[in-house]
């Protein structure tokens, strides 16, 4: 498997979401089989069938979570000597030059963006058109819409 770049904050939701998985939610589940089975009959006993496909759900996003840890590649963007380079785990402040709207994107790995966080994934169109560029310099996205143009304003290495 290959590596899956994170940010260390990235990595950091991961480790409290698995935590919150094996010691909150796990035992929970546990202990709803637990009263569906002692209610009897199993065969119609819905309550039963739900702790069972809400166990299924969380053994697979352990598994899931598990291994994106052991196989993450912790980035640290304020340790990133960029030169002042758009790169992975950068925060980029972007202009749209036709509505002149500002937005403010940090770069991360596929598996920790958050749009409604500002958090793009380095796969993105976006990011991929703003990696190597400079404060200062015009970049151009295939949007569904057709092609943007956006101005970085500013980029940091939080």
Same mark, same amino acid.
């Given at each position: 498997?290959?590596? *899956?770049?994170?940010?260390?904050?990235? @990595?950091?939701?991961?480790?409290? %979401?698995?935590?919150?998985?094996?010691?909150?939610?796990?035992?929970?589940? *546990?202990?709803? &089989?637990?009263?569906?089975? @002692?209610?009897?009959?199993?065969? /119609?006993?819905? $309550?039963?069938?739900?702790?069972? /496909?809400?166990?299924?759900?969380? $053994?697979? #996003?352990?598994? %899931?979570?598990?291994?994106?840890?052991?196989?993450?590649? !912790? *980035?640290?963007? +304020?340790?990133?000597?960029?030169?002042? #380079?758009?790169?992975?785990?950068?925060? =980029?402040?972007?202009?749209?030059?036709?509505?002149?709207?500002?937005?403010?994107?940090?770069?991360?790995?596929? =598996?920790?963006?958050?749009? #409604? @966080?500002? !958090?793009? +994934? =380095? +796969?993105?169109?976006? @990011? #991929?058109?703003? &990696?190597?560029?400079?404060?200062?310099?015009?970049?151009?996205?295939?949007?569904?819409?057709?092609?943007? $143009?956006? %101005? &970085?304003?500013? &980029?940091?290495? !939080?």
């Amino acid at each position: 498997m290959a590596t *899956i770049p994170l940010t260390v904050r990235g @990595a950091e939701r991961l480790q409290a %979401e698995l935590h919150r998985l094996k010691h909150v939610e796990r035992p929970s589940v *546990i202990n709803a &089989i637990a009263e569906a089975r @002692a209610q009897g009959d199993l065969s /119609e006993n819905a $309550e039963y069938d739900a702790a069972r /496909e809400r166990q299924g759900f969380i $053994e697979g #996003r352990i598994s %899931e979570l598990d291994g994106t840890l052991s196989n993450a590649q !912790l *980035i640290d963007p +304020s340790t990133i000597d960029a030169d002042g #380079r758009v790169v992975f785990g950068a925060t =980029v402040e972007i202009e749209d030059l036709e509505s002149g709207d500002k937005v403010t994107y940090q770069i991360v790995g596929d =598996v920790e963006a958050d749009i #409604r @966080a500002n !958090l793009i +994934s =380095v +796969s993105s169109p976006v @990011a #991929r058109a703003l &990696i190597g560029k400079y404060e200062g310099d015009v970049v151009q996205v295939q949007a569904p819409s057709g092609i943007r $143009e956006f %101005e &970085i304003v500013s &980029i940091k290495y !939080l």
